[in-house]
């Protein structure tokens, strides 16, 4: 087993790892959708999770009628105060970002969220400021499961990424980080509960099970 302190910083996704995100994404596109009568499905959902996708593909994939233009600000708009309302930190979470910054290790989050979404949810959730970085879907071209977004990361906390580990939960992500060059650890979820994982080198079933103190080896 490959020990925390192997690894040089630790980045988090947040949608899936920090927080129950995508029942909040799911609930604002069903009822946007909903006021063309149409609707999406968690199985239709899942191949967006953790992705760039946006209203593009939505508009193309399900024939919604209006502009681009029409759903993403108004979509926009719905999910800061998702977040802001809503955000619940997953089981965990908070105890093992606080156990590694306690151990000494740099921390990020990278999120294909755009910046205002994410900085409400950590707000909410209580670890604004907990991150030495912050990269968000705001600051690249190329979503997950392109690596661009692991590979900023590195760049930014001024580290190569094959000595950075990767929490992830979504198979876009698992890609992404692995494509960096880093190792990936998966985190189970209910909407990822019976989804193939791409090849992830270790697979939580929670963050409670993201021991930290015992994998760094500093006490409690």
């Known amino acids: 087993m490959i020990a925390l302190d192997s690894f040089a910083a630790v980045i988090f996704d947040m949608d899936g790892v920090l927080v129950d995100g995508e029942p909040l994404h799911f609930e604002a596109i069903n009822r946007l959708m909903g006021e063309e009568g149409k609707a999406i499905t968690l199985e239709q959902y899942k191949p967006y999770m953790g992705t760039k996708a946006g209203w593009a593909e939505m508009m193309r994939d399900f024939g919604l009628s209006r502009p681009r233009e029409y759903y993403s600000p108004i979509y926009r708009d719905m999910m800061i105060e998702q977040y802001r309302q809503k955000s619940l930190a997953l089981p965990g979470a908070i105890a093992a970002v606080q ?67 990767a929490i992830e939960d979504a198979p876009a992500g698992i890609l992404s980080a692995k494509a960096a060059g880093m190792t990936c650890w998966a985190v189970r979820t209910e909407y990822t509960r019976d989804i193939d994982l791409p090849g992830p080198d270790r697979v939580f079933e929670s963050l409670l099970e993201f021991n930290v103190d015992e994998m760094v080896k500093v006490a409690a």
């Open 99 to 165: 156990a590694i910054r306690r151990a000494g290790l740099p921390l990020a989050v990278a999120s294909s969220s755009v910046l205002p979404w994410v900085e409400a949810c950590l707000e909410r959730i209580g670890l604004a400021g907990a991150f030495d970085q912050v990269i968000t879907g705001s600051d690249v071209t190329e979503g997950k499961p392109d690596p661009e977004i692991y590979l900023l990361a590195a760049r930014r906390l001024g580290l190569s990424p094959r000595v950075c580990l």
